[in-house]
């Protein structure tokens, strides 16, 4: 059972370009989580989502990021017009069920860079 | 608003000692704490889950317990190694309504060969 899979592993952008990161939940999960490390900082919690619906956005910035699952396919944080502060670690966790009771698996995380 | 707090940040010991690292949260309304470990450059590495009712689970050498009316928990390692050495991270829900984990900023240990 292959665990998280989180595509490109390391990202260089741009400010002004646009950041696609994807996340691959494991088998048999459909909730997802996003988090945020900055350097010399803790790990931020951005969204959760299941299939085809975000549930809850509350540590998401109002503006230039967002973030689906669609039915099919991985599920991706888009970071539009990237700026310098967007430099960071982006890490995807995944869970079988709803997040109060249940183990969340995280994957190997992209490291954006904005030049 | 829920916070953790990880004491202490750094720790570096000789191989062979047991140890634990501490972990405490504000808000005592918990469903479960997660453990994970994290090394340089890499994710996270899921530990040890303990449901708000349990007071400890174990793994291997390691031994964490839980608290809920303190706020507090601890990880046990026993017999450490190099392979130990790695940031270790206590999480939390965040609660308030919100679905994520918040996380304390870790304890980096070091156990000297």
């Known amino acids: 059972n292959a665990g998280v899979m989180q595509n490109p592993r390391h990202l260089v952008r741009r400010r002004g370009q646009e950041a696609r990161l994807r996340c691959s939940p494991m088998k048999g999960h459909s909730h997802v989580y996003w988090y945020r490390q900055l350097p010399e900082e803790g790990l931020k919690f951005m969204v959760y989502l299941q299939k085809e619906n975000i549930i809850d956005e509350s540590g998401m910035p109002k503006e230039r990021f967002s973030a689906e699952f669609p039915k099919e396919g991985p599920s991706i944080l888009r970071i539009q017009q990237v700026v310098r502060g967007d430099s960071a670690a982006y890490f995807c966790a995944s869970s079988p069920r709803g997040p109060s009771s249940y183990e969340q698996y995280f994957g190997p995380g992209t490291r954006l860079t904005v030049t | 608003k829920q916070e953790v707090t990880q004491i202490p940040a750094a720790l570096s010991v000789p191989e062979g000692e047991n140890l634990v690292l501490n972990c405490s949260f504000t808000d005592s309304a918990i469903y479960n704490l997660q453990w994970f470990r994290q090394d340089p450059g890499k994710g996270l590495t899921s530990l040890l889950l303990?449901?708000?009712?349990?007071r400890e689970q174990t793994s291997g050498r390691l031994n964490a317990s839980l608290d809920k009316s303190s706020g507090r928990s601890t990880l046990y390692i026993a017999a450490s190694q190099p392979g130990d050495s790695a940031t270790y991270l206590c999480?939390?829900?965040?609660?308030?309504?919100?679905?994520?984990?918040?996380f304390g900023k870790g304890t980096h240990l070091i156990i000297q060969p």
């Open positions: 303990i449901q708000s009712s349990q």
């Open positions: 999480a939390v829900p965040l609660g308030g309504g919100a679905d994520g984990l918040t």
